[in-house]
């Protein structure tokens, strides 16, 4: 199995700045006969299912507001909110989906 | 716009066989590969296994000795049986689609989840 590491665990981030989280695949995502890394990342609040935000390490999903932006390849990727808002009090998964699918452990994302 | 629906027991006894029906609405099951996913309480999300609406599947290799998916295209409808659960096995599960570049895709479409808990 790929196992996929977030840091850190939590953070606190107060409204309009901006939040990163990080995640680590213990082996590279990275599809060499399309050049893509198959790193996915999901919102989930409380009590809903998680939804999709940006697959491809980078390409947001239809609708996603663009203050969300991935970056990374190979093994080291990045989920970047450049201006938080109240609305994205969420917790956060990194997901592999090169080999069958597993998550990082989540990034509780709160305001300070 | 595509809907899933999970249904199905709440609480199962253990050893017994967890069984969950998901119904697709909005869109049809033909061409898209469904998963099934958990999540304890309180924890992270643990994929259990996926099926192409032709029958084709592939399971967790932690789980894949319990695991049985189905599908009945007719109803647009899967299913998941879980035989042999136990209290590790209480979790909400989804059930989700793949998003549309086939199988090695992540999840664009959720249900809701459903609450099983396996107590006595």
């Known amino acids: 199995d790929i196992v996929m590491t977030q840091s850190p665990d939590s953070l606190a981030v107060s409204l309009g700045e901006r939040a990163t989280i990080n995640c680590k695949s213990s082996?590279?995502?990275?599809?060499?006969?399309?050049?893509?890394?198959?790193l996915a990342w999901y919102q989930q609040k409380p009590g809903q299912p998680p939804k999709l935000l940006i697959y491809?390490?980078?390409t947001r999903e239809s609708g996603v507001p663009d203050r969300f932006s991935g970056s990374g390849s190979g093994t080291d990727f990045t989920l970047t909110i450049s201006s938080l808002q109240a609305e994205d009090v969420a917790v956060y998964y990194c997901q592999q989906h090169y080999t069958f699918w597993t998550f990082g452990q989540g990034t509780k994302v709160e305001l300070k | 716009q595509v809907q899933l629906q999970e249904s199905g027991p709440g609480l199962v006894k253990p050893s017994e066989t967890l069984s969950l029906t998901c119904t697709v609405s909005g869109g049809s099951i033909s061409g898209y590969y469904w998963s099934w996913v958990r999540q304890p309480p309180g924890k992270g999300l643990e994929w259990i296994g996926y099926?192409?609406?032709?029958?084709?599947?592939k399971y967790s290799p932690s789980l894949k000795t319990r695991v049985t998916i189905s599908v009945e295209t007719s109803r647009n409808q899967f299913f998941l049986r879980l035989t042999s659960v136990t209290a590790a096995d209480t979790a909400v599960y989804y059930c989700?689609?793949?998003?549309?570049?086939?199988?090695?895709?992540?999840?664009?479409?959720w249900g809701q989840g459903i609450l099983v808990t396996v107590s006595p």
């Open positions: 082996q590279s995502v990275l599809f060499n006969s399309n050049s893509k890394n198959y």
């Open positions: 491809w390490a980078s």
């Open positions: 989700a689609r793949h998003l549309w570049f086939g199988e090695l895709s992540p999840f664009d479409y």
């Open positions: 099926i192409f609406h032709t029958g084709n599947t």
